[in-house]
């Protein structure tokens, strides 16, 4: 058994959430981003258009939308030359490899990296790698205990189970010396050529950072460290009885000496809810970590080898984004209402943006339907059930629509005591004027000249109208408290009910 390495592919996808409010500025940053080169700065990032080809045209309008309308989401390669080179950017044409442990390295290669920022306050970093043979970097292995490793290991980019990455570049014709990304610290942080991959994904990010800000301007969103893969893996020369076997590795993504005893049910190949038969002997591949496609002994055509996996890169993976910003935008959001449901001072504004957000989102970013070609339709339709978008959209909306009532009716409950307090000290001071008026008191000395009376029993008079309006304000007191607590006593009962 071996794999076709010119066919197969390994995509790993960083998520991340940022806030939405800073959405224009994070594209102005990133578009102006630049590394120091040897002869100048290297410009990072190249806009890209998202891969629209059989998009619905809504769909594709949101995505890629003209001058005239405001973008839903931006996408970015990096260039060629902050990718290639070894003074200022990643370095590709070094040679890289995944230290593993307890085992051998395995070579890879850096072939392309992109970056995804949608309006709602979620972005993904991607990157794709090539497991390579270690007697030529260039060439993709055909080992499939290297590429089961690989795609179990590398998207652990933070040190976890001892994974690490090192590289080295050429400087001589047979000599090499230890490298490492000038923006992810270089050899004077990693003087052995040495760390982790999420000192680059870091390094990548922080260019989409304003002048003078120190912290990260965004925040995981997914198991802290780990990267979700979206892999193509073309098996040649696979028995019968291996097939399931290795379906059921790659879809839970085991390594290659992962001691496995699955059920007969976890090899069930046409009915398994977490597979999608494409054509004989080719799957989907849906679970909660990433996803992937396996094709055993495919036949070998232009469609099957090279149409197919295009496809596979292109408008399947595209499928695969669209469902993860859902997924990971109704986590945000969900989040969001847990934290600022503590922060009674600021509730109430925070809760009109959450609202605001998710009416944003379901305008422009909830879709039931994003393409029309049967096969890539059913394949989203997948990735919305694996991820339980219809159930966790609920939730979303219904614990924000309830909190949101429930600020609107303490507001209206603090309006009408205020309200009815002031009634009250209209009414202490409504006697006295009232009496005032009636009698129509002139003050002698001061209104006329000889009729009147004195301003002393005027004084005394209104004392005792306002004795007598306090005097009525005390009484009405305890009935104003009584309807207070009337009013709020359906509420309770209400809450009572519904916990």
């Known amino acids: 058994m071996e794999v076709d390495g010119t066919s197969s592919f390994a995509l790993f996808v960083y998520p991340f ?28 990032w190249e806009e890209q258009d998202f891969h629209t080809e059989d998009l619905l045209p809504y769909v594709a309008r949101y995505l890629n939308p003209g001058v005239a309308e405001p973008p839903t989401a931006r996408l970015w ?18 040679q890289w490899r995944l230290a593993l442990p307890k085992r051998s390295a395995v070579s890879f290669s850096l072939d392309s990296v992109q970056l995804a920022l949608f309006c709602a306050g979620v972005g993904f970093l991607s990157v794709r790698v090539c497991p390579t043979t270690s007697a030529d970097p260039r060439r993709p292995s055909s080992d499939v205990a290297d590429w089961l490793n690989f795609l179990h290991y590398f998207r652990f980019v933070r040190g976890q189970r001892d994974v690490s990455v090192a ?23 990693h003087p052995e050529g040495r760390g982790c991959f999420a000192d680059v994904l870091d390094a990548l990010l922080k260019t989409g950072a304003r002048d003078a800000e120190s912290p990260p301007w965004w925040s995981e969103v997914f198991i802290p460290g780990q990267m979700l893969p979206f892999a193509a893996l073309y098996a040649d020369q696979v028995p019968d009885e291996e097939k399931a076997l290795l379906v059921y590795r790659v879809r839970n993504f085991f390594h290659a000496e992962q001691v496995i005893h699955p059920s007969p049910q976890e090899l069930r190949l046409d009915d398994h809810p977490g597979l999608l038969p494409y054509v004989h002997d080719q799957w989907f591949t849906f679970s909660l970590d990433g996803g992937a496609f396996v094709a055993c002994n495919a036949p070998r055509t232009s469609f099957f080898r090279e149409e197919l996996p ?33 922060q009674e001072r600021a509730r ?30 059913r394949c989203y339709t997948k990735w919305q059930e694996r991820f339980q978008l219809d159930r966790l959209y609920q939730e979303v909306r219904d614990e924000i629509q309830d909190m949101y009532n429930e600020l609107l009716l303490r507001a209206q409950e603090a309006e009408r005591r205020q309200r009815e307090r002031l009634e009250l000290i209209i009414a202490a001071i409504g006697v006295p004027a009232l009496l005032a008026s009636f009698l129509g008191i002139n003050l002698r000395g001061v209104t006329t000249s000889s009729d009147g009376i004195e301003w002393w029993a005027a004084a005394l008079g209104m004392l005792g109208a306002i004795i007598v309006g306090m005097f009525l304000v005390l009484k009405a007191l305890p009935w104003f408290v009584r309807r207070q607590e009337e009013s709020s006593s359906p509420r309770a009962a209400k809450g009572k009910e519904q916990m």
């Open 310 to 342: 295009s496809h596979l890169r292109g408008q399947y993976y595209l499928l695969f984004v669209l469902a993860l910003h859902q997924r990971f935008t109704l986590m945000s959001l969900s989040d969001e209402v847990a934290k600022n449901w503590s």
């Open 348 to 377: 109430a504004s925070a809760f009109e943006g959450i609202r605001d957000t998710l009416l944003l989102f379901t305008a422009r970013g909830y879709f039931a339907q994003v393409m029309q070609q049967e096969h890539h339709h």
């Open 17 to 44: 959430r940022f806030q939405s409010r800073e959405f224009e500025t994070r594209i102005a940053a990133l578009d102006a981003a630049c590394w120091a080169g040897r002869e100048g700065p290297l410009r990072v």
């Open 77 to 94: 390669g990096l260039d060629s030359g902050a990718l290639q080179s070894t003074t200022g950017g990643l370095g590709n044409t070094a």
């Open 167 to 189: 590289a080295q570049r050429r400087t001589g014709k047979d000599e090499r010396a230890p490298f490492f990304p000038a923006p992810a610290g270089g050899e004077r942080e």
